[in-house]
Structures are given as C-alpha cells and as structure tokens.
C-alpha cells in the first residue's frame, strides 16, 4: 500500500519504511508526526481524494532537522552602474521515516499533527503589520565568544586524539578525499574507515559543517566506502 501526501507545497508518494526530506516541519528528532492531508491512497482499491481522501493520515517518525545544500543567486544589474550581488540560501528541512499509512481513522489518534514551522494547517501565516515601533538606541553588540556559534548537527563520538597504535588509514583511498581533505579530517579527530562508516546523518552534518564542504559526504558516498575498506581491513 501506498500514499500520495502533499506537505510544504510539494506531494510525495510513500510507504511504510521510506525517509523523507520534507520541509522544515515543528517538531523534534524521536517525536512522531501525522500528516493529514492525503490526495492517494493507492494497492488494492485505489482511492483519490477530492481533494483529500477523508479519514487517510500517513504517521512518521522524525529522525533529525537538517539543511539542504547551499543555493547561490547571483544579480547583476547591467545598467545601475555594474551593480552585482550575491545571496546564499540553505533551506531548512525536516528527515522523517514513514511508519504507518493509515486509510481511516487518523482523525482519532491524537498524534501530533505535521505543521510546517510559520504555518497553519499548510497555510502561510499573514499578520497585519504593526504600527511603526518608535527606535530605542542600538546597545553597543558584546562580542560573540566562540562557544555561542551555533554548529549544525552533532558531534561524532568517536573521534579521536590521535590514530590507533600510531597509525591512520589512509582516507586518500574515498572518492573526493585528497591530502588537503584528510588533513582536515585528521584534524578533526578522524583517522580510520571505521570512524567514518559509523556516522550518523546528524553527525554527517555536523562534519560537513567542520570541514566546510557542504553535502560532499553524501554526495561522494564516503560512508557506503568507509564500510567497504573498513571490512578489507579485517
């Protein structure tokens, strides 16, 4: 059985077991959500919603907040005096694994329904705009210490201080990872296949973050390569 949801403005068909990357969603890693707005339930007796199939609900469980790559826009006004200008944009998201398709009575489980962050029930919220604020003085900014800086994701538990028995694998051998690359990763407490193959997705986006090569790891499929070599070492 299969369902087509629509969420953040986008539709996806899923099953029971699929991960998805919807739009940033309010909730935290471990709760489970409850999308409602189901167009298709397809198997055995298809049925289409008009424009939502009544009673039908999709239930997943969220497994972590993440960002996708980053997207640049470059303007260039060629008559406002060369006027050039670049923006960078990571939008957020939510990754959840669908766990249960529910063909009715998703009206009655109370499960927390899935509510994209700056939205009701998929709406855009529009507040009328308040009277213009009478500006107080700017506070001179403290400056920010480095603990404050917000780091995406989490911290692998299994970095180390240096490599086992004085000897690190050689990264070299993953698809992308050059001497520039591994010597980044050995300062960062990585030295062996092992470390790498067991990464989490948060902690996958918490090294991209380090090593400031957004997306790479997945991209390159370090983690797929890490498991392989690792095994060829045993």
């Known amino acids: 059985m299969f369902a087509v949801l629509k969420t953040g403005g986008k539709q996806y068909r899923v099953q029971s077991g699929d991960v998805l990357r919807v739009e940033r969603i309010a909730a935290q890693a471990g709760e489970t959500v409850q999308f409602n707005e189901i167009l298709m339930l397809g198997g055995d007796a298809p049925v289409i919603g008009t424009p939502t199939v009544a009673g039908a609900g999709v239930q997943a469980e969220v497994i972590d907040q993440i960002k996708a790559d980053k997207v640049i826009h470059y303007v260039k006004r060629r008559r406002k005096h060369s006027s050039q200008r670049t923006k ?17 009575g998703a009206d009655d489980t109370g499960i927390k329904a899935a509510i994209g962050t700056g939205s009701v029930s998929g709406f855009a919220i529009e507040a009328a705009a308040p009277a213009k604020p009478v500006k107080a003085p700017k506070a001179a900014k403290a400056p920010k210490a480095e603990a404050d800086v917000a780091i995406e994701g989490t911290k692998p538990a299994n970095l180390l201080t240096e490599a086992r ?12 990872v050059g001497p520039k690359l591994e010597g980044l990763l050995n300062q960062n407490g990585v030295f062996h296949f092992d470390q790498i ?10 090294m991209d973050d380090q090593l400031s090569f ?5 991209r390159d499929g370090w983690i797929d390569q890490a498991k392989q070599f690792a095994s060829e070492k045993e």
């Open 165 to 176: 028995d004085g000897k690190a694998d050689d990264l070299k051998k993953i698809s992308g």
């Open 214 to 218: 957004k997306g790479r790891i997945e």
């Open 197 to 206: 193959a067991a990464w989490t997705p948060a902690e996958i986006a918490y």
């Open 88 to 104: 960078g944009h990571r939008q957020k998201l939510t990754l959840v694994r669908v766990t249960d398709i529910l063909a009715s």
